[in-house]
């Protein structure tokens, strides 16, 4: 068998700034840093960057290396090979013009740029596990002898903040090939070099980089940067220089094969997940979202200083979410064959659960966890089911038995926020007036938009797969407390039918009683194996959701006849807090839905239908990966992170589903 990476091509008729301006590129390094651009290779979101850099990894990014000003000078003639918009619409270089095309060897980029006296390659990748950044130039031909000049634009800022004035302004300065940029605010420094380049030193600062991406989200659409000098230097017919950049006390030192290397890891990745599920073939699509789940998974050093893994939530802004880990990790790691990664990873979780919790999140500046979530508790147990029933550590399983034992015993006493078993009906209730517990998270000042306070479904239908899980794995005692909670959750449970509806509640015993709102959440109990719902009562449920909430891409958060539906996920963040989970539609919610589709139906032909078109959102914003969410309305946008790891590890964690659905006898039509 022979293992390749998947291929993508765009060729020079979809290069405008309308088209090719809308689509953006994902490099990253497996440290949370990465290299970001549209199409064009031009900036419109302030989290773009050619090197944004990961100080803390995951987190403390910092853009440092926001974009190149690169020009060909072929005899007597220059060519502006980059592209830079500026406020007010106008755009200058318009070096986009000359892209031939733009095609991907698994996730790194290689533009083709062509004109009657040249053609260029210009390929780009980051050295694994180094703040590294390689861009190589290759002149296949030229008319004359040609110079290549690089001018790199700088900036040592936050990645979630904008820079005016050139403030803070850094130290330039210049020896033998390399340009170094030292900011005040940032221990180390940026590097920049070629061999054998003439650099010289510049500092103006640019003013009114436009940022339209912003503008759509109501944000700062604009900011200013310095021009910190220009390296210079001839360049061959068929020969290859390499620009390196990089982040710390010295100039880093590029490997000559180290985009082969990057190449034959990535083709590891494939390997890996080829073997895992002894795969002969399989769609260039779905090897695509192979290599977009690796991306997310990065470093992080655990509490005792020895060193972890996590899951990345989203790029550009996200860092690593507890729930989000949780949801993630059957599809990002256990789907993939990357097992050991994903013991590391709950191991880092399992590290850190405190009051029977685990983190919501690690905020972005290296602070302490965050414990403000109902749900993430019952994705764990449901990770650490799906990783030893996947990897067989049965060793796993027996060291992660107290810390089940604890997360139920807090949940008996009671926890933060109220989070409790109800003794009456054995049901999971939480509840505060100003923090929102469930995935359904928004906030807008103190508005929880859906607050969902009693005893939401979703959380329920986890805590009772995960007591069913468990009443089995444990032993003597143990195994018969959990069958004792799981006997009382499952009778107290058939309170969530409503007989009037023909569907589910989605919060029962609210601060207003049960609430009948028609969302997706109540399509994680439509599963027979968890016997919460009649073989009737589940198909009722999956065939309301099919009609008023599935999407192509996704499921909506909220019916198109409930009050507050809402069309798109537009404008300011108010504006967009409003609408996250009052309509507009989210990818990852697919997986639960193709799952309880076919436990219900058992029609995977069906189910492989309604997953085929995740297969076109790798080429409608994020190239290869697929986005945080979707407009409400048709033709459904792609918004929110270009690139989310619950959306692309469902997705793909339902396309093994369905596989494996199809390779057995057990199938009827719907």
């Not at 290759?138 to 790199?152: F, G, H, K, M, Q």
């Not at 192979?290 to 802004?317: C, E």
Request: with cysteine.
């Amino acid at each position: 068998m022979t293992v390749s990476l998947p291929h993508v091509r765009f060729g020079r008729d979809r290069m405008t700034l309308a088209d090719a301006g809308q689509l953006e590129w994902l490099v990253t390094n497996g440290q949370g840093s990465y290299a970001s651009a549209s199409l064009l290779c031009h900036n419109t979101r302030g989290y773009h960057g050619l090197l944004v850099s990961a100080l803390q990894p995951p987190v403390g990014r910092m853009l440092v290396l926001p974009t190149l000003i690169e020009k060909l000078v072929v005899g007597e003639k220059t060519y502006d090979l980059s592209t830079i918009v500026w406020s007010g619409g106008w755009t200058a270089p318009e070096g986009y013009v000359w892209i031939e095309e733009v095609r991907f060897e698994g996730t790194l980029p290689t533009w083709r740029l062509s004109s009657p006296d040249f053609v260029l390659e210009k390929s780009l990748w980051m050295v694994r596990d180094q703040n590294t950044l390689a861009i190589s130039y290759n002149l296949t031909w030229a008319r004359e002898d040609a110079r290549l000049e690089v001018s790199p634009i700088t900036a040592a800022r936050d990645y979630h903040s904008r820079e005016y004035n050139g403030d803070p302004y850094p130290e330039i300065s210049v020896y033998s090939s390399v340009l170094s940029v030292k900011y005040p605010n940032i221990d180390q420094s940026l590097f920049v070099h070629i061999d054998g380049a003439t650099v010289t030193t510049d500092g103006t600062v640019y003013r009114g980089f436009d940022l339209p991406k912003e503008r759509e989200r109501g944000l700062t659409d604009a900011e200013d940067h310095i021009l910190a000098g220009q390296l210079a230097c001839e360049i061959k017919t068929d020969k290859t220089i390499t620009l390196v950049a990089n982040i710390g006390s010295a100039p880093a030192t590029l490997a000559p094969e180290s985009r082969d290397a990057e190449v034959a890891r990535q083709l590891g990745v494939i390997d890996t997940w080829h073997k895992a599920n002894s795969l002969q073939i399989a769609p260039e699509w779905v090897k695509q979202l192979v290599l977009a789940s690796d991306q997310f998974i990065v470093a992080r050093t655990r509490n005792d200083g020895s060193h972890g893994k996590t899951i990345i939530a989203g790029y550009h802004w996200f860092a690593d979410w507890g729930r989000d880990t949780m949801i993630s990790i059957s599809g990002t790691c256990l789907t993939t064959g990357e097992y050991d990664i994903a013991h590391d990873i709950l191991m880092s979780f399992a590290d850190v659960i405190d009051g029977g919790m685990v983190p919501n999140r690690f905020p972005d500046g290296g602070e302490a966890p965050e414990y403000n979530t109902v749900d993430a508790t019952f994705w764990f147990i449901t990770a650490v089911r799906d990783y030893v029933e996947t990897s067989g550590d049965k060793d796993f399983l027996k060291q992660m038995m107290p810390v089940f034992a604890d997360i139920v015993e807090h949940l008996e006493q009671g926890t933060r926020y109220n989070i409790h078993i109800d003794p009456n009906d054995g049901l999971i209730s939480a509840g505060s007036d100003s923090v929102q517990l469930t995935w359904m998270d928004a906030r807008v000042g103190d508005w929880v938009v859906t607050p969902r306070r009693g005893k939401p479904i979703e959380v329920n239908a986890k805590w009772i797969e995960g007591l069913t899980w468990l009443s089995k794995v444990a032993k003597g005692a143990e195994a018969k407390r959990y069958s004792g909670l799981l006997e009382h959750a499952r009778k107290g449970f058939q309170r969530f039918w409503n007989e009037e509806t023909g569907y589910c509640f989605d919060v029962i015993d609210g601060p207003d009683g049960d609430d009948a709102t028609l969302r997706p959440n109540q399509i994680f109990a439509a599963r027979p194996d968890i016997d919460l719902l009649t073989q009737q009562q589940a198909e009722a449920v999956v065939s309301v959701c099919e009609r008023n909430l599935l999407t192509p891409a996704g499921l909506r958060s909220l019916a198109p006849f409930e009050n507050g539906y809402t069309l798109n996920f537009t404008g300011a963040s108010e504006r967009r807090d409003a609408a996250y989970h009052q309509g507009t539609v989210w990818g990852w919610l697919i997986g639960p839905f193709i799952e309880a589709h076919l436990a219900t139906f058992k029609a995977p032909k069906r189910s492989a239908q309604i997953l085929a078109p995740f297969a076109d959102q790798l080429r409608v914003e994020g190239i290869g990966t697929i986005n945080e969410v979707f407009e409400a309305a048709e033709p459904h946008a792609p918004k929110g992170c270009i690139a989310q790891a619950w959306s692309v590890g469902e997705v793909l964690r339902a396309w093994h589903l369905i596989r494996a659905a199809q390779s057995s006898k057990t199938t009827r039509k719907v």
